[in-house]
Structure formats: structure tokens, C-alpha cells
């Protein structure tokens, strides 16, 4: 029998999400899974967060956000962590907060 339940659903999402990644889900037996090969970008992108990783006043996750930045502008990150040392990543993530 088929378990149609959110639960179930939710599940199935979350085991497609991280198939191949570094949070692979470990075991997925009767679950449905999409085939990987559906998908151009597949497997791994998708990260596992945990609530507290939100940060509810800056309306992201933080890390979520440096990882991004890291990985897409390495130059300007250094360029950035050059000029405000060790306050880096609170100075660039403080303009989200004092927009007026």
C-alpha cells in the first residue's frame, strides 16, 4: 500500500532534494523517488537546514547566504574581508537590517 500522507510527501520531497549531496538522506526504502537523471543540475545541491539557522529579523539564513557568496563572487568576498577584517560577515549582512 501506497502511503499518500503529507508526511509521506514531505519526505519524498526532502529524500529527492538531497539525493547525491553531502545530507543524502540515509535510506529511503518505500519511499517514491524521482529519477535523478530527470534533472539537469542533479544530485547535490540541496543543503539540509535546521530551524535555528533562520534568522527571523534578517528574514534569511545567514549561512545560507555567505555560502552563496563564497561560491559565486570568491573575489569580491576578499576584497570585502580585506577591507572590514574580522566584522565581514556582520557588516555585510547589516544593511538587510537598516533599511528605512
Known sequence: MVDISEKSLEQTI?????????DAYPGGEGLAVEPLD?????P??????RPE???K???LDPGMVIDFILATQPKVWERLKQHHASEVKERFLKPALRRD
Request: hydrophobic share 25%.
Open 14 to 22: 526532502e529524500v529527492t532534494l538531497l539525493a547525491g549531496g553531502p
Open 38 to 42: 530527470r534533472y539537469e543540475n542533479a
Open 44 to 49: 547535490g545541491g540541496y543543503r539540509r537546514r
Open 53 to 55: 539557522d533562520y534568522n
Open 57 to 59: 529579523e534578517l528574514c
